[in-house]
């Protein structure tokens, strides 16, 4: 296995921990909230009045970052090279869902903010989707 030079951009992939470390540290230090895309998507599913403005507000940033950095930064990011169909795309979608749902949170929410905070329950989930991720792009790469 050789690692591919061209794709390998560590200066960017700090800069976006280091800003994801900060707003994750930001969100909870002045929400009180874990910042868990999969929690703050699914209150949008059964919304309180109070919480639909800035959950909105959140999920709209989401989606316009990436489309202004591609804007401000033309060379910067590069469109991911997606080696799937849409009905495998459909099911990831739907299994990792469902995985977020059983695991009482994504990767965001335990990897970075419970991992942060020491809880023992998100070093458990993080450990488990990690293996999972790794055992699913083995079989897939080697087996299949």
Do not use: E, K, Q
Request: aromatic share 8%.
């Amino acid at each position: 296995m050789s690692l591919d030079w061209t794709h390998f951009t560590p200066w960017t992939a700090l800069a976006g921990g280091i800003l994801l470390g900060i707003a994750s540290a930001a969100f909870i230090l002045l929400n009180g909230r874990v910042l868990g895309i999969s929690g703050i998507v699914g209150g949008l599913l059964a919304p309180r009045r109070a919480d639909i403005g800035w959950r909105l507000s959140f999920l709209l940033g989401l989606l316009l970052a990436p489309t202004a950095l591609t804007l401000l930064a033309p060379g910067l990011i590069r469109a991911p090279r997606i080696d799937a169909g849409a009905l495998t795309l459909i099911a990831a979608g739907l299994l990792v869902g469902f995985g977020t749902r059983y695991g009482s949170g994504c990767t965001s929410g335990h990897g970075v903010c419970g991992l942060s905070r020491l809880s023992p329950r998100s070093l458990v989930a993080t450990l488990a989707f990690m293996a999972a991720g790794f055992a699913t792009v083995f079989v897939i790469r080697h087996l299949l």
